[in-house]
């Protein structure tokens, strides 16, 4: 139905979306390959390395043998410690952001304090961890400084999600819930929040997986090179996975006989963190195809 | 108590803790600056930013950072020239192109590639690129620039890609519908539309990329090299402000001039990304504000 | 009638029927649509006057699981058939919306956008096709000045007057207009009900509205719909005084149930 110029013209533009699709393509190949060549390489390589023993004895021979289980155990408890803090603050804050606040000037500033908190850089919240709770208030190099500093690290991630859940339940339930009379606290925590849980607890899955990996952190704050004996209280030093990687790959006379180890450590702390990311995504997946308004 | 005042000690408590966010900001300022300011009863501002020699453990010490911060910006800049295209072009496969089985693929793909522990790729950098950077080019190392900054990149696609394809997603069908009916092409909506529209969202997820990648930390730490002068080539060693922190803190002696000298660089590097957050806070607001139409 | 023609039709269906996923929207639709005439396409909400107009110029591909059966010949040739480019059949067949969307850039760039795609280049001949657009239609006195300005600071009726130059820019055959002007005031409306009565004669119009009188004002032949089927397809004059049949009639005058 055209002229010869035309659809000489139509070839071109044709030409053109097929070299840009091809562009499009290739990134979405590059970024595949780069992810996959990176798992496959540690899983081919750290495999090997993984035995019962590996993941449940300290090290020995000054790090060169054994396993890693007291690294294991600290990220737990940093974990844990970092989750703690974080979730009430995080979920009270959006909270009060999506339920109680009216857009402001406050509520503005709140938004940019927790949109600037999520950029800082993770050595600089090692730096604040080290000035404050090391120092400061005397805590020392321990978990509870550590855990400290990454509950604050993670917690503009837990903030993000747990407004997002919140925002997700529909006007039209508080609506319901307030007009038969029910308190405003009351709707929230009775009607809002179950709702918004699945959300809440996603978003706290990544905040988990995110505090296990970091290590800028907890280098001034909590993490130890070796410790002989495991953590007896929230005052003592604790190894930890990422740490431990950054320290055997890094320091010392033994890289290179060390590095069954560092290849073992790696894939440990890929599964953990990556496998807590994977349960995040698969949750929310599923939450979105089995949405119930 | 009646029920009324129950619901405004509530309301009350919530909001004092939803400051927290920005209590731990404050405090992050005073902290830095209580054990960072002291440096400068040793040396001028001036001679630390600008100042050319770093060495720190030397008597008498010298700390001029400007070779760090040189550092920081080579790796961030490089890494924005490989991540920016990646992510972005990613993001329009997501958000326009690709099959819906394919788009929750890539986007999970995305997800783990930003759930990587920073140390991992740092540890992949060395024992990977490294040995191959310097073999294939003939390098004295391979822990340098290049290293750095594709590793860096790889940790800055996810930021730039997913919140590029929020921007992309929320470009109103109307102007999609629009240029189709005017016979344009899928390609030449995309880039002539799509894109375009989008624009202040993609600044948005750059700024935040480049935020990301010249705040990191491990990467630098491990692939850099270390070298605290001034690179002449991309195959040159350096030594960014995040990794010099990291691996002297552990060595400087409490409230030494080369402590202080450390919090004073974290000063600086905080001030840095504070400034990209703002910046990309400032364009989504100003979006937000006018919507799509005066874009 | 001053254009009298032998080749009066220029599009036309056959037998199509339509379906939204497993939702079948229209069913079994012959049409004839005449050259340099507008036709006008009426019926109750949801009946897929919108679905019949986007399938005249394959907008409906966009949709992701929406599929034709039957054929749509635009002057003989099926635009249905694989070989066909729907780019090219959109370049031909012009659409205006309901809702005004020019692009978030200038008066000038809105206009010129279809031309520069497929290869105008010279500014002196954009500048030449966005001055003749822009007078057929009725926007050039209120815009001449200010050609560079961004499209969304014009008003609701200018913004569908500039959506409607800039499908005129492409030299179309047919305009499609899907209730160009529900979103706008009366004055507005009548600036564009004038503006259609001009078009017509260079161009096919085929136009869907909710407003009976306007239907009766502008078109030349009327078409019915009622869930998914053409009731009656008759001149406007007859539709509008003696309809064959009687759910016409009914809807017209208001009495629908
Ligand atoms: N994208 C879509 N996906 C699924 N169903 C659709 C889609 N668009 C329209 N439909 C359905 O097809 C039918 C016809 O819709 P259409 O938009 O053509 O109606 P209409 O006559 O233009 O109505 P209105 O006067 O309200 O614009 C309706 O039942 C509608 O729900
Ligand atoms: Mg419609």
């Given at each position: 139905?055209?002229?010869?110029?035309?659809?000489?013209?139509?070839k071109?533009?044709?030409?053109?979306?097929?070299?840009?699709?091809?562009?499009?393509?290739?990134?979405?190949?590059i970024?595949?390959?780069?992810?996959?060549?990176?798992l496959?390489?540690?899983?081919?390589?750290?495999?090997?390395?993984?035995?019962?023993?590996?993941?449940?004895?300290?090290?020995?021979?000054?790090?060169?043998?054994?396993?890693?289980?007291?690294?294991?155990?600290?990220?737990?408890?940093?974990?844990?410690?970092?989750?703690?803090?974080?979730?009430?603050?995080?979920?009270?804050?959006?909270?009060?952001?999506?339920?109680?606040?009216?857009?402001?000037?406050?509520?503005?500033?709140?938004r940019?304090?927790?949109?600037?908190?999520?950029?800082?850089?993770?050595?600089?919240?090692?730096?604040?961890?080290?000035?404050?709770?090391?120092?400061?208030?005397?805590?020392?190099?321990?978990?509870?400084?550590?855990?400290?500093?990454?509950?604050?690290?993670?917690?503009?991630?837990?903030?993000?999600?747990?407004?997002?859940?919140?925002?997700g339940?529909?006007?039209?339930?508080?609506?319901?819930?307030?007009?038969?009379?029910?308190?405003?606290?009351?709707?929230?925590?009775?009607?809002?929040?179950?709702?918004?849980?699945?959300?809440?607890?996603?978003?706290?899955?990544?905040?988990?997986?995110?505090?296990?990996?970091?290590?800028?952190p907890?280098?001034?704050?909590?993490?130890?090179?070796?410790?002989?004996?495991?953590?007896?209280?929230?005052?003592?030093?604790?190894?930890?996975?990422?740490?431990?990687?950054?320290?055997?790959?890094?320091?010392?006379?033994?890289?290179?006989?060390?590095?069954?180890?560092?290849?073992?450590?790696?894939?440990?702390?890929?599964?953990?963190?990556l496998?807590?990311?994977?349960?995040?995504?698969?949750?929310?997946s599923?939450?979105?195809?089995?949405?119930?308004? | 108590?009646?029920?009324h005042?129950?619901?405004?000690?509530?309301?009350?408590?919530?909001?004092?803790?939803?400051?927290?966010?920005?209590?731990?900001?404050?405090?992050?300022?005073?902290?830095?600056?209580?054990?960072?300011?002291?440096?400068?009863?040793?040396?001028s501002l001036?001679?630390?930013?600008?100042?050319?020699?770093?060495?720190?453990?030397?008597?008498?010490?010298?700390?001029?950072?400007?070779?760090?911060?040189?550092?920081s910006?080579?790796?961030?800049?490089?890494s924005?020239?490989?991540?920016?295209?990646?992510?972005?072009?990613?993001?329009?496969?997501?958000?326009?192109?690709?099959?819906?089985?394919?788009?929750?693929?890539?986007?999970?793909?995305?997800?783990?590639?930003?759930?990587?522990?920073?140390?991992?790729?740092?540890?992949?950098?060395?024992?990977?690129?490294?040995?191959?950077?310097?073999?294939?080019?003939?390098?004295?190392?391979?822990?340098?620039?290049?290293?750095?900054?594709?590793?860096?990149?790889?940790?800055?696609?996810?930021?730039i890609?997913?919140?590029?394809?929020?921007?992309?997603?929320?470009?109103?069908?109307?102007?999609?519908?629009?240029?189709?009916?005017?016979?344009?092409?899928?390609?030449?909506?995309?880039?002539?539309?799509i894109?375009?529209?989008?624009?202040?969202?993609?600044?948005?997820?750059?700024?935040?990329?480049?935020?990301?990648?010249?705040?990191?930390?491990?990467?630098?730490?491990?692939?850099?090299?270390?070298?605290?002068?001034?690179?002449?080539?991309?195959?040159?060693?350096?030594?960014?402000?995040?990794a010099?922190?990291?691996?002297?803190?552990?060595?400087?002696?409490?409230?030494?001039?080369?402590?202080?000298?450390?919090?004073?660089?974290?000063?600086?590097?905080?001030?840095?990304?504070?400034?990209?957050?703002?910046i990309?806070?400032?364009?989504?607001?100003?979006?937000?504000?006018?919507?799509?139409?005066?874009? | 009638?001053?254009?009298?023609?032998?080749?009066t039709?220029?599009?036309?269906?056959?037998?199509?029927?339509?379906?939204?996923?497993?939702?079948?929207?229209?069913?079994?639709?012959?049409?004839?649509?005449?050259?340099?005439?507008?036709?006008?396409?009426i019926?109750?909400?949801?009946?897929?006057?919108?679905?019949?107009?986007?399938?005249?110029?394959?907008?409906?591909?966009?949709?992701?699981?929406?599929?034709?059966?039957?054929e749509?010949?635009?002057?003989?040739?099926?635009?249905?058939?694989?070989?066909?480019?729907?780019?090219?059949?959109?370049?031909?067949?012009?659409?205006?919306?309901?809702?005004?969307?020019?692009?978030?850039?200038?008066?000038?760039?809105?206009?010129?956008?279809?031309?520069?795609?497929?290869?105008?280049?010279?500014?002196?001949?954009?500048?030449?096709?966005?001055?003749?657009?822009?007078?057929?239609?009725?926007?050039?006195?209120?815009?001449?000045?200010?050609?560079?300005?961004?499209?969304?600071?014009?008003?609701?009726?200018?913004?569908?007057?500039?959506?409607i130059?800039?499908?005129?820019?492409?030299?179309?055959?047919?305009?499609?207009?899907?209730?160009?002007?529900?979103?706008?005031?009366?004055?507005?409306?009548?600036?564009i009900?004038?503006?259609?009565?001009?078009?017509?004669?260079?161009?096919?119009?085929?136009?869907?509205?909710?407003?009976?009188?306007?239907?009766?004002?502008?078109?030349?032949?009327?078409?019915?719909?009622?869930?998914?089927?053409?009731?009656?397809?008759?001149?406007?004059?007859?539709?509008?005084?003696?309809?064959?049949?009687?759910?016409?009639?009914d809807?017209?005058?208001?009495?629908?149930?």
């Amino acid at each position: 139905m055209t002229g010869q110029t035309v659809s000489g013209n139509m070839k071109r533009r044709y030409l053109k979306q097929h070299l840009f699709f091809g562009a499009v393509r290739l990134s979405a190949i590059i970024l595949t390959l780069a992810l996959g060549g990176i798992l496959f390489y540690i899983l081919a390589n750290g495999i090997q390395v993984i035995s019962w023993e590996f993941l449940t004895a300290p090290p020995t021979d000054s790090m060169t043998k054994g396993g890693i289980m007291p690294a294991i155990l600290g990220t737990l408890y940093l974990t844990i410690g970092a989750i703690t803090v974080a979730l009430p603050l995080g979920v009270v804050a959006a909270i009060y952001l999506t339920e109680y606040a009216k857009q402001g000037k406050i509520v503005r500033a709140i938004r940019v304090g927790v949109n600037c908190l999520a950029g800082v850089p993770s050595v600089v919240f090692g730096l604040f961890g080290l000035g404050f709770f090391v120092v400061f208030l005397k805590f020392g190099s321990s978990i509870l400084a550590g855990a400290l500093t990454l509950g604050i690290l993670i917690l503009p991630t837990i903030i993000g999600a747990a407004e997002e859940a919140l925002k997700g339940v529909p006007q039209t339930f508080r609506e319901a819930s307030l007009a038969l009379g029910v308190s405003k606290w009351l709707t929230i925590w009775k009607i809002v929040l179950p709702n918004a849980l699945p959300g809440i607890l996603t978003g706290s899955i990544l905040g988990i997986g995110r505090a296990a990996g970091e290590t800028a952190p907890i280098m001034f704050t909590a993490a130890a090179f070796f410790t002989a004996k495991l953590p007896g209280s929230i005052f003592d030093e604790v190894m930890a996975l990422p740490y431990h990687v950054y320290v055997l790959a890094t320091a010392g006379t033994h890289i290179e006989e060390t590095r069954p180890i560092q290849y073992g450590t790696v894939l440990v702390l890929v599964v953990l963190v990556l496998g807590i990311d994977l349960i995040a995504i698969v949750i929310r997946s599923y939450m979105r195809r089995n949405k119930r308004w | 108590m009646t029920r009324h005042q129950k619901e405004i000690i509530i309301k009350n408590v919530f909001f004092i803790l939803s400051l927290v966010s920005i209590l731990i900001l404050g405090l992050i300022v005073v902290f830095l600056f209580r054990e960072g300011l002291p440096l400068f009863r040793e040396v001028s501002l001036r001679d630390f930013i600008f100042g050319m020699e770093w060495y720190p453990t030397y008597s008498p010490p010298s700390y001029g950072i400007w070779p760090l911060i040189v550092g920081s910006l080579i790796v961030t800049i490089l890494s924005s020239l490989i991540a920016v295209p990646l992510g972005v072009l990613a993001a329009v496969y997501i958000s326009e192109i690709a099959p819906p089985a394919i788009k929750e693929v890539l986007k999970a793909i995305i997800e783990l590639l930003a759930g990587l522990p920073s140390v991992v790729l740092g540890f992949f950098g060395m024992v990977i690129i490294a040995p191959w950077l310097q073999e294939t080019f003939d390098l004295p190392t391979g822990l340098n620039i290049v290293n750095a900054s594709v590793i860096l990149a790889i940790m800055a696609v996810p930021t730039i890609s997913s919140i590029s394809e929020d921007a992309l997603y929320a470009v109103p069908n109307e102007f999609k519908e629009a240029s189709y009916a005017l016979g344009a092409t899928k390609f030449e909506t995309i880039t002539r539309i799509i894109i375009p529209s989008a624009l202040s969202g993609i600044s948005t997820a750059v700024i935040l990329g480049m935020a990301r990648a010249i705040g990191e930390t491990m990467v630098v730490l491990m692939v850099a090299g270390g070298a605290a002068a001034l690179p002449e080539s991309i195959f040159d060693s350096v030594r960014p402000m995040p990794a010099s922190i990291a691996a002297e803190m552990g060595e400087a002696p409490f409230r030494s001039g080369h402590y202080h000298a450390l919090f004073a660089t974290g000063i600086v590097l905080f001030l840095m990304t504070l400034a990209f957050n703002l910046i990309a806070d400032y364009i989504s607001q100003k979006f937000k504000e006018v919507g799509s139409a005066t874009l | 009638m001053e254009n009298n023609h032998f080749d009066t039709e220029i599009i036309k269906t056959k037998n199509v029927n339509f379906y939204y996923g497993p939702f079948k929207a229209l069913t079994d639709i012959s049409m004839n649509f005449e050259k340099r005439k507008v036709t006008a396409l009426i019926g109750p909400s949801g009946c897929g006057k919108s679905t019949l107009l986007r399938l005249l110029n394959r907008m409906n591909d966009l949709i992701a699981g929406a599929r034709v059966e039957g054929e749509v010949l635009f002057e003989g040739m099926n635009i249905y058939d694989p070989e066909v480019d729907p780019v090219e059949v959109r370049r031909r067949v012009g659409m205006v919306f309901q809702k005004p969307n020019p692009f978030p850039k200038s008066i000038f760039n809105n206009i010129t956008y279809g031309p520069r795609l497929t290869g105008t280049a010279n500014k002196l001949d954009l500048e030449a096709l966005a001055e003749i657009s822009l007078k057929q239609a009725v926007l050039w006195d209120e815009v001449k000045d200010i050609l560079g300005r961004s499209a969304m600071t014009l008003s609701g009726g200018q913004q569908q007057r500039l959506c409607i130059a800039r499908a005129l820019a492409m030299k179309p055959d047919i305009l499609l207009m899907d209730e160009p002007t529900s979103a706008l005031d009366p004055i507005s409306t009548a600036k564009i009900e004038e503006l259609i009565d001009e078009l017509k004669k260079t161009y096919t119009i085929i136009i869907v509205t909710h407003n009976m009188q306007q239907a009766a004002r502008i078109s030349d032949k009327t078409g019915f719909f009622y869930i998914g089927k053409l009731i009656e397809y008759n001149a406007t004059e007859k539709i509008f005084t003696n309809p064959d049949v009687k759910q016409t009639e009914d809807y017209i005058t208001g009495r629908f149930g």
